[in-house]
């Protein structure tokens, strides 16, 4: 149960409490902020409303823990990170029950992203250890006019404090892929939860204090995202900014200061199957790549675009799969949860309502209860439909069918968002061809986009991110190159 055993200390009455200095507290605000259960619609749990004070006193912490920790040696912030990612390991059951309570995660998927989350810490201190124990020597002789006087020594050295701000979908998953490389790098972190996942992320945190990192090296303040969200993201105290989300991330990195950017933004991933392809091979990535979670992956299949010739046979598959997919609550493990809250209900059923009037044709009736969307498969999609271009985040699958590869590339290429494709084809040759075309961060080749595993490197273009995330490239995103120089009187060059 949430804010039992080990967690006791992490609640107070029924409020949950912030992390700050390595203690448990309680916002002065007096205030709290409710976390709607989408399946019951009704408050979950409550956490504090953080004020504007208390996340000065966290940046003020952050910064002097920082200093201290970028002296620590690397192979000891490895071993209490492999220590954090045993402990989360060990707490998965209460974990994963937040995941279903808060945001409607399947249980088995909920479990699963707890465990995953485990490995990605421990995969990260040990690559860290590998990347960071090493650095560049350079001679100055390589570049014309130089002699050998010059040693040139570079390492890789810390930013500072990081900011960390995940979404609600991975809310602990996707905020430990902020933190263990901001750690094992020398940072200190502050972790803004998604406040539909805070609890779990509050667990994940305790997790990390019940390692035993050093007193404000980890924070985390927690309140609404549109109240607290342009203090944190402005603070001078800021020293890069990791986040996961949506469009807020467009206007975060508008108002930012001269920080480091780290943007995981939204997706319209489109699913592009050719002729040739393995119709049963694609249309069982197209339901699970659409439809896992509810579509709320940002990496799910957003778009198909089918050649029209095998048009009929992959929907007719397709449709065959979605009517076998368990709709109900997360507590039973049914494919098809309650999306995240009613808002984001209204927004999947206006654009449902845009194709309908539009004449899109519906696979399945469209059917609704609350939260509780049912999966729909829409086909004969046109590009003048919302549903062709905007995001759902919601279990319904646009079906666009095409007459030749350019279209489909073209309609990909339209988005303004680029985070990953997929296509589907025999024939090797021309699915490197579409890849290169496709103006996405990564094209899957005969399977369903997918950011993992989380070593992978996973990047999205245009309005679908800034730099690059993946274990290696988050190590290197937080740290900076420091470089020495040794100047020798006189030319020196080694024996041969
Ligand atoms: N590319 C990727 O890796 C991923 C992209 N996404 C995208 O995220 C979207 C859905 O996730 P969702 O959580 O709703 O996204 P949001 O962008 O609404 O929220 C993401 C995070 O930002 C916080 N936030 C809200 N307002 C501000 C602000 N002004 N300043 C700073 N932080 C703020 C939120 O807090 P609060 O909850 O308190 O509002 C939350 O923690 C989809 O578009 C999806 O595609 C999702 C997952 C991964
Ligand atoms: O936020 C998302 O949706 C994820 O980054 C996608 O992760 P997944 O492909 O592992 O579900």
Redesign the pocket.
């Known amino acids: 149960m949430a804010g039992n055993g080990v967690f006791a200390e992490i609640i107070d009455g029924d409020v949950f409490k912030y992390y700050c200095e390595g203690e448990w507290k309680k916002s002065t605000s007096g205030k709290s902020v409710p976390i709607i259960n989408p399946t019951t619609r009704k408050t979950q749990y409550k956490v504090q409303a953080c004020t504007q004070e208390e996340v000065n006193k966290v940046m003020e912490i952050s910064k002097a823990a920082q200093k201290s920790w970028a002296k620590t040696p690397l192979w000891k912030r490895a071993e209490l990170l492999h220590k954090a990612a045993a402990i989360l390991k060990e707490h998965k059951a209460p974990i994963a029950e937040c995941l279903v309570k808060e945001i409607a995660k399947p249980a088995k998927d909920a479990v699963t992203e707890v465990v995953r989350s485990g490995d990605l810490i421990s995969y990260t201190a040990e690559e860290g250890v590998r990347i960071l124990g090493e650095g560049k020597f350079l001679v100055s002789d390589s570049f014309p006019g130089n002699e050998r006087t010059k040693y040139c020594l570079t390492s890789k050295i810390p930013l500072g404090v990081i900011l960390a ?6 809310p602990v998953n ?1 905020a430990v892929s902020k933190i263990a490389p901001a750690l094992i790098a020398g940072n200190s972190l502050v972790l ?5 996942g805070a609890v779990a992320a509050l667990h994940m945190v305790h997790c990390f204090h019940l390692a035993g990192f050093p007193k404000g090296l980890i924070s985390c303040v927690t ?4 109240e607290i ?2 203090f ?2 402005m603070h001078p105290g800021v020293n890069c900014i990791s ?7 467009v ?2 990195s508008k108002k930012a200061g001269m920080v480091p950017l780290q943007m ?4 319209k991933d489109a699913c592009i199957v050719l002729e040739d392809a393995d119709l049963d091979l694609a249309a069982g990535n197209i339901v699970k790549g659409g439809f896992s979670y509810s579509g709320q ?3 799910a299949v957003k778009v198909v675009l089918v050649m029209e010739s095998v048009a009929d046979t992959l929907v007719e598959k397709v449709k065959a799969k979605v009517e076998k997919l368990t709709v109900g609550p997360p507590e039973d493990n049914c494919d098809i949860t309650p999306v ?1 809250s009613e808002s984001s209900a209204n927004f999947i059923e206006g654009l449902v309502m845009d194709a309908k009037q539009k004449n899109a044709t519906f696979c399945q009736p469209y059917k609704r209860e609350g939260n509780l969307i049912w999966p729909l498969l829409l086909d004969n999609v046109r590009p003048d439909m919302r549903i062709a271009w905007e ?1 759902p ?1 919601g279990p319904v699958l646009p079906v666009i069918r095409i007459n030749s590869v350019e279209e489909g590339i073209h309609h990909c290429n339209a988005s303004n968002f680029g ?1 990953q494709g997929c296509v589907f084809t025999k024939d090797i040759n021309k699915a490197i061809l579409i890849s290169d075309a496709m103006e996405t961060g990564t094209v899957q080749i005969n399977s369903a986009p997918a ?1 993992g595993p989380d070593h992978f490197p ?1 990047q ?1 273009i245009k309005d ?2 800034i730099g690059s ?1 993946g274990i290696t490239n988050s190590i290197n995103m937080m740290t900076k190159v420091k470089t020495t120089v040794i100047n020798l009187p006189t030319p020196s060059y080694t024996m041969g």
């Open positions: 701000i995940p979404p609600f979908n991975y996707l803004k939860p998604p406040t539909q309140g609404k995202g549109s969200g342009d944190l993201t986040f996961t989300g949506g469009d807020t991330g206007a975060i995981e933004l939204g997706g992956r940002c990496t995240v995001e985040f985070l950011r996973f999205g679908s991110g995330q």
